[in-house]
Every structure is written in C-alpha cells, then in structure tokens.
C-alpha cells in the first residue's frame, strides 16, 4: 500500500503527511518491505482502513466508502 501525491497539488500534503505517519506505526521510515508477505500488508490495510478519521464524520473509511457504493448503487438505473 503506497499513496502518490500529485506534485502540483499542495493542498493533499497534509492528508498524504498525516497517512505516512500512521504507516510508520507498523513500518518504521527506512524498513525494508521486500520481506514483508502480502498477507501481513493486507492486514496493515485493513487495521488502515477500519480505523475512524475525523474528516468523514469519526466514520472508518471502509465505512465511508461502503456509503459511497450505496448511494451510488441508488443513483444509477439499470435497464434490464
């Protein structure tokens, strides 16, 4: 899991510096990931993803995003 920030968008700085440093709890600066199975990523992501964030209402993102699909869901009409 690795996140890209734009060079020309200054305003995800903040959000991308904020994500590195909860990485970092379970990656020190510098480590050596080639070792690491994708197995113990996956759960680095999903401790990640289920961890509440202010900015989507102390909701986790994968509660954020399960929204999203739903409202989405909702919104779209399938011709059948």
């Known amino acids: ?6 060079p020309h968008a200054p305003w995800q700085r903040g959000s ?8 970092r709890e379970y990656m020190p600066k510098g480590s050596d990931l080639s070792g690491a199975s994708q197995t113990w990523l996956n759960d680095v992501a999903v401790l ?5 964030r202010k900015t989507p209402g102390w909701r986790t993102t ?6 999203e699909i ?4 909702l919104s779209v009409t399938l011709d059948l």
């Open 1 to 6: 899991m690795f996140f890209v920030r734009h």
């Open 16 to 23: 991308n510096e904020n994500t590195n440093g909860l990485l």
């Open 48 to 52: 990640r993803n289920n961890r509440p």
């Open 62 to 67: 994968a509660e954020a995003m399960a929204d």
């Open 70 to 73: 739903q409202a989405f869901r």
